[in-house]
């Protein structure tokens, strides 16, 4: 009877706390329970949006560390997005997916814009994701990268590593490649680097932070943004810079 105790109070406090972290991943998700327990959308203020949606100019000399090398777009681009972002971010997933895809089709092709992916974790499962992400090859790393976006509530909410390793199988990384990515200091290290220049340099305090460099200045949007109001945004940038993206 004991053990049937024991072992119905472990279940039922494994329970409580899948709960618990379930409700938190949907309110930060955007989502809250209502008074009868449904999971609703939260709704957000018109004044505050339209304050998250406000680019601060950053100075015009900034030297930005984090790495090209898995960047989209041309090198010659008149606009350069690093997209700050921490893998276990719900908004940063929903602009990955969402967003991203729709500026590559409008503004990438056309070779107007590039993205660069930057890693800016904010909490260990996010330092692993992000650890695992720079082991992908050249042909793998953006597919793998949304991959890890697109199933974020399956490995995050996760107690161990096994969700990870198996989404790094699916592009090529074995088991021991993996556990030597996710245990690498030096790479540790530039990922904190480039972390703390976020923090530092570009004042951010959260994710996703969107920083536009061109040769007309530095701008950056701290907040997550709808490809509408990102469009309006860069149209805006062009506009300046004599260029019609639409043409």
């Known amino acids: 009877m004991d053990k049937l105790i024991k072992s119905l109070s472990k279940i039922a406090t494994m329970i409580v706390a899948?709960?618990?972290?379930?409700?938190?991943?949907?309110?930060?998700?955007?989502?809250?329970?209502?008074?009868?327990?449904q999971i609703v959308l939260k709704v957000q203020t018109a004044?505050?949006?339209?304050?998250?949606?406000?680019?601060?100019?950053?100075?015009?000399?900034?030297?930005i560390n984090a790495s090209t090398k898995f960047a989209e777009g041309s090198y010659t681009a008149p606009i350069t997005l690093y997209e700050f972002s921490s893998l276990g971010c719900p908004h940063c997933a929903d602009f990955h997916l969402d967003v991203v895809p729709r500026?590559?089709?409008?503004?990438?092709?056309?070779?107007?814009?590039?993205?660069?992916?930057?890693?800016?974790?904010?909490?260990?499962?996010?330092?692993?994701?992000?650890?695992?992400?720079?082991?992908?090859?050249?042909?793998?790393?953006?597919?793998?990268?949304s991959r890890l976006f697109d199933k974020q509530r399956f490995w995050y909410l996760a107690s161990d590593t096994a969700q990870l390793h198996s989404y790094?199988?699916?592009?090529?990384?074995?088991?021991?490649?993996?556990?030597?990515?996710?245990?690498?200091d030096a790479m540790a290290q530039t990922i904190i680097s480039d972390r703390q220049q976020g923090?530092?340099?570009l004042g951010m305090t959260g994710t996703p932070a969107l920083l536009f460099s061109g040769r007309d200045g530095n701008e950056i949007i701290y907040s997550a943004a709808s490809f509408n109001s990102v469009k309006e945004y860069l149209d805006s940038r062009y506009a300046r810079m004599g260029i019609n993206p639409h043409q």
């Open 47 to 63: 004044d505050a949006a339209e304050k998250n949606g406000i680019a601060t100019v950053l100075p015009q000399e900034l030297n």
């Open 168 to 184: 790094a199988a699916e592009y090529g990384i074995s088991y021991d490649e993996a556990e030597a990515c996710m245990h690498d």
């Open 103 to 145: 500026l590559e089709k409008e503004y990438v092709e056309k070779g107007l814009l590039r993205i660069v992916f930057v890693n800016f974790p904010l909490d260990k499962k996010s330092m692993e994701a992000a650890m695992l992400l720079q082991c992908a090859s050249a042909d793998n790393y953006h597919a793998f990268l």
């Open 18 to 37: 899948f709960f618990a972290a379930a409700v938190f991943y949907f309110n930060y998700k955007g989502f809250v329970l209502d008074e009868n327990g």
């Open 199 to 201: 923090l530092k340099q």
